[in-house]
């Protein structure tokens, strides 16, 4: 069941009051209207109608789709060390409550980013594993390896034989695109699954570059 609250609240820039609805919890099996607007950035934004100021409400959102057996804890945080302590936090009441018996066969993803969340939905929605799309994305920016740091690459869309990423040149204000194939992807994801890690959750995940940085790793040490 879809969850909101509805707030009035001042605008932080010109004072003007405005009504907002905060959404709590989205099921997309029930509320597909809501997961198009969220994929179109209209879920849990402020925008004034006044000045026209616009920014995303701290709010923390639960996103679920049976269908798919994914659940997503979004908690808006910018800060990696805080969003770290938030992910422990939430893991550890979690495994307490015993709720992870329930949720056997799920994909439980912790996400602190907007962007971060539509991707993974995204993801998910075109039958693929975004923990060996994260290990794809480190081996785009690799190719390029010194200008990595100024880069963010996303998964953007998938057909029959290609999987396409958008990159982002944050420095060179510049976008790009990247396809690799569909077979690549195949091969990744048997190795990946082969070397010990599961297509599900035991617990809440939090499945970033520097997960995927885990998973490389561990390759790396199998080979030496």
């Known amino acids: 069941m879809s969850i909101n609250t509805k707030k009035q609240l001042p605008c932080p820039h010109c004072d003007h009051m405005n009504n907002v609805t905060v959404w709590n919890s989205i099921t997309a099996d029930n509320s597909p ?13 402020y925008v004034c109608g006044s000045c026209g ?22 908690s808006p945080c910018a800060d990696e060390e805080c969003a770290e302590r938030l992910y422990e936090k939430m893991a550890a009441s979690s495994e307490q409550s015993g709720e992870m018996k329930k949720l056997e066969g799920y994909n439980l993803r912790f996400v602190t980013d907007i962007n971060d969340l539509m991707e993974k939905i995204l993801i998910f929605d075109n039958g693929l594993n975004d923990k060996v799309i994260e290990v794809i994305k480190i081996m785009v920016l690799s190719q390029e390896p010194e200008k990595a740091e100024q880069r963010i690459c996303r998964f953007g869309k998938k057909d029959e034989e290609n999987i396409e990423f958008m990159i982002k040149d944050n420095k060179e204000d510049m976008l790009y695109t990247s396809k690799v194939p569909a077979e690549t992807y195949n ?10 890690v599961k297509p599900y959750s035991f617990s809440w995940e939090f499945v970033n570059k520097h997960y995927a940085s885990r998973i490389l790793n561990g390759f790396n040490n199998n080979l030496r």
């Open 187 to 196: 091969t990744l994801y048997k190795q990946i699954m082969q070397s010990g």
């Open 53 to 74: 100021y616009r920014a995303l409400m701290p709010d923390p959102m639960l996103y679920h789709d049976n269908g798919k057996k994914l659940i997503m804890s979004f």
């Open 33 to 45: 209207d809501l997961k198009s607007d969220l994929l179109h950035g209209k879920i849990n934004f």
